[in-house]
């Protein structure tokens, strides 16, 4: 997939609606809308790459940086006992790292993936935002 038609890259470029938590030049985090869990958030770099290990090594390191810092909002904000981190990329093409509130055992499996509504997503983005 090219980034013209890559979902990802058209909520970076704002021309598809998305519950943004926070962004910066070259990240962009958004609230997964078939969350496994309350909070569940997709950050990725802002310029296009289908596979995590073709990235370079620094901007491989800062995307881990970001997720640890954004780790450590979901945690104060939410206040689960952990959050998860998971990278599988076969869901969309484009980099990406899911950040998952969770509790327990087994809460990160896709097979909780209700799909959010729109009042519950703004909801979410505005508590973790403040």
């Keep these: 997939m090219d980034e013209k038609n890559c979902v990802f890259c058209k909520i970076a470029r704002k021309e598809i609606p998305a519950n943004i938590l926070w962004e910066?030049?070259?990240?962009?985090a958004?609230?997964?809308?078939?969350p496994?869990?309350?909070?569940?958030?997709l950050l990725i770099p802002k310029k296009h790459s289908d596979y995590i290990f073709d990235l370079e090594d620094g901007e491989y390191a800062e995307l881990f940086l970001k997720a640890k810092n954004l780790a450590h909002r979901l945690k104060e904000k939410l206040h689960p006992k952990r959050v998860g981190i998971v990278v599988e990329g076969f869901g969309v093409a484009h980099v990406h790292?899911?950040?998952i509130?969770?509790?327990?055992?087994n809460e990160m499996s896709p097979t909780n993936r209700p799909v959010a509504g729109k009042g519950?997503?703004?909801?979410?983005?505005?508590?973790i935002i403040k």
């Design 30 to 34: 958004f609230l997964d809308q078939n």
């Design 120 to 127: 519950e997503l703004a909801e979410i983005a505005e508590l």
């Design 101 to 105: 509130p969770i509790n327990a055992m």
């Design 24 to 28: 910066d030049d070259s990240y962009l």
């Design 97 to 99: 790292v899911h950040l």
């Design 36 to 41: 496994v869990q309350k909070g569940h958030t």
